[in-house]
């Protein structure tokens, strides 16, 4: 099984400041299958990134996603409020994970 | 506009069974994955099981094999979990989840609201 692990665990920002959040795998990820997440509290996980650099629809373009291989970044280039959430990466070629998650919180 | 709407959830004993349903609107149901996804209280997200669009094929994570069963009703746009033997670590919020293809692989492009399963005597 493919193991992801993310960091940092918490990213402390202030709004208007970019965040780079880091998703590495224990294994090559086949075709670039890799997907981000954005989740609230008390919601359900949205859609951001999927084949590691492609936005979802209706996906903000300070959202972007990068890297191949074991390396994959998530990138805010401008954090607005609502952006403040935990953001989960998944591989979905390999087996089927996730990350643990990243928690970007207001500084 | 897609919609998936879970229910069934609740509170169960230890070793007794639920099932949970998610019905969906707004997309071609039978010509995607879907899945079940939990989260437990406070942890992140982890796979339960995913079935192809026309039922001929399953996966389910190590920890559900045996106790857990997925499936789908194409003519009613209904997907469903059978949750049998279920143990305290099965307490989790558990989301339905629209995959984007019809097989394999696939990411999560539409999640339900979520249901809270909650195992306790």
């Known amino acids: 099984e493919i193991v992801l692990t993310q960091s940092p665990g918490t990213l402390s920002l202030s709004p208007g400041e970019r965040a780079t959040l880091s998703c590495r795998a224990s294994?090559?990820?086949?075709?670039?299958?890799l997907a981000w997440y954005q989740q609230k509290p008390g919601q359900a996980p949205r859609l951001l990134i999927y084949g590691a650099s492609s936005r979802a629809t209706g996906i903000p373009d300070r959202f972007s996603g990068s890297g191949s291989g074991t390396d994959f970044t998530l990138t805010i280039s401008r954090l607005e409020p609502e952006d403040f959430a935990v953001y989960y990466c998944?591989?979905?070629?390999?087996?089927?994970?996730f990350g643990q998650g990243t928690k970007v919180e207001i500084k | 506009e897609v919609q998936l709407v879970e229910s069934g959830g609740g509170l169960v004993q230890p070793g007794g069974s639920l099932r949970l349903s998610c019905a969906a609107s707004g997309f071609s149901f039978s010509n995607y994955v879907m899945a079940w996804v939990r989260q437990a209280p406070g942890k992140g997200l982890g796979w339960v099981s995913a079935i192809s669009g026309g039922s001929s094929g399953t996966y389910y994570v190590d920890p559900v094999k045996g106790r857990f069963t997925i499936s789908r009703d194409n003519s009613k746009n209904t997907l469903y979990l059978q949750m049998n033997s279920l143990r305290a670590d099965d307490t989790a919020v558990y989301y339905c989840?629209?995959?984007?293809?019809?097989?394999?692989?696939?990411?999560?492009?539409?999640w339900g609201q979520g249901i809270l399963v909650t195992v306790s005597s």
């Open positions: 998944q591989q979905y070629g390999t087996s089927r994970t």
């Open positions: 294994q090559s990820i086949s075709s670039s299958n």
């Open positions: 989840a629209k995959g984007s293809g019809s097989t394999w692989p696939y990411y999560f492009d539409y």
